[in-house]
């Protein structure tokens, strides 16, 4: 079937714009992740859905980051106020369940601000 | 703090030569520790992932070994083709923390002809 999706696979905003993310997982995984990847740098892990329970966002690194996970399936990660330090790539993963499972990963949305 | 460092940051050798990444992690307790491929622009692909009981584990050309005593894992690639060029990541998980990862920075890896 299908891998994770993720769109848009580019996007150029302006600061101070609000941008929005979205991945499609694997059908049928309850697990997503969200990972922020900057150049140069390695993976940071955003914010974490697992089934109906409420989201793990320990990762997001300030207020104008949020997620929300619609019907347990497509997810959108929303930057308000983007800042050019947002610059990154955008990684989604899912994954079937609970313990130590494979993710797999989207092919990222590459954000840049200007 | 839960920390993984890999080494070296980057890599050339010649293709069908052998080569060996480091991986060291301090994540306590430990659950599970898996290594990446990732290629330019592309997402990581998962090349093994073992347990705490494992010391190692082998996909094709790919052989990841673990010492959970000294906290150390390599990846070792064999017969290194031009495909390998790619960053390898190792990515640690703590026990119990809901399939929470901590990666690794990665090790840059290029095959020349």
């Known amino acids: 079937g299908a891998g994770v999706s993720q769109s848009p696979s580019n996007k150029v905003t302006e600061k101070g714009k609000d941008v929005e993310l979205r991945c499609d997982p694997i059908?049928?995984?309850?697990?997503l992740y969200w990972y922020r990847q900057s150049l140069g740098q390695g993976l940071e892990f955003l914010i974490y859905f697992q089934g109906n329970s409420a989201p793990d966002k320990s990762g997001l690194p300030s207020d104008r980051f949020s997620a929300e996970r619609t019907g347990g399936s497509v997810s959108t990660l929303t930057i308000q106020r983007t800042q050019q330090e947002d610059s990154a790539v955008y990684l989604c993963a899912s994954s079937s369940g609970l313990g130590p499972l494979e993710q797999y990963f989207g092919p990222g949305t590459r954000l840049t601000v200007t | 703090k839960n920390q993984v460092e890999q080494s070296p940051q980057s890599l050339i050798i010649l293709e069908g030569k052998n080569c060996t990444l480091q991986?060291?992690?301090?994540?306590?307790?430990?659950?599970?520790l898996r290594w990446y491929k990732q290629d330019t622009g592309r997402g990581p692909v998962s090349l093994t992932i073992?347990?705490?009981?494992?010391n190692t584990k082998s996909n094709g050309r790919y052989t990841a070994t673990l010492d959970a005593d000294t906290k150390q894992s390599s990846l070792h690639i064999t017969a290194s083709q031009l495909s390998d060029s790619a960053s390898y990541i190792c990515v640690v998980t703590f026990y119990n923390a809901g399939n929470m990862l901590t990666f690794g920075g990665g090790t840059r890896l290029m095959v020349k002809p």
């Open positions: 059908s049928g995984h309850t697990a």
């Open positions: 073992m347990t705490f009981s494992e």
């Open positions: 991986c060291n992690y301090t994540v306590s307790p430990f659950s599970n």
